[in-house]
């Protein structure tokens, strides 16, 4: 006789909500996995909700002081609040800021780059050059490998862009 109850919709949904945890070291000795029922939220998924509910809080909060007039704000009770002046000014010192840290970081990267003049644009620690590499080896059978990782030499770059 068949067990109907482990095909019944209640019973595939009851097992889609519990949580399963493997663990490989609880039971190493015996070849398989442990499984624990670990049900509820995770303390990240808890602090991503609140941090997102808290957000969408206080930029209502922020644009209800910004955009209703103070005879709204007063006949709600509130009226002790930072002026106005603030409600521009904060967002435009916070974008000025970002745009002169990037500002900042591409002059750093400017000064870091040598000039286009300097050889040291064309060659450093790390050149390869593939007639140093290959001039050691001997292949047999005039076979020749895929040649190796190297860099294109400026003449052949420049023949091949410009003829």
Do not use: C
Not at 34 to 43: E, F, H, I, M, P
């Amino acid at each position: 006789m068949v067990d109907s109850s482990a095909n019944s919709p209640r019973r595939m949904l009851s097992l889609s909500r519990e949580r399963a945890f493997v663990s490989i070291l609880d039971d190493e000795k015996e070849g398989r996995f442990a499984l624990s029922n670990k049900q509820g939220a995770k303390l990240l998924e808890v602090y991503g909700f609140v941090g997102s509910i808290s957000t969408i809080v206080a930029a209502g909060l922020f644009f209800l002081w910004a955009y209703l007039p103070e005879p709204w704000l007063h006949y709600l009770g509130i009226t002790y609040y930072p002026s106005r002046y603030w409600a521009l000014a904060i967002p435009t010192y916070v974008m000025v800021t970002i745009i002169f840290i990037i500002l900042f970081y591409l002059g750093l990267n400017y000064m870091a780059t040598v000039p286009s003049t300097s050889w040291n644009s064309l060659f450093d620690d790390h050149t390869r050059d593939a007639s140093r590499i290959l001039s050691g080896h001997t292949f047999i059978d005039g076979e020749h490998p895929i040649d190796p990782i190297s860099d294109i030499p400026i003449t052949e770059v420049n023949a091949s862009l410009y003829g």
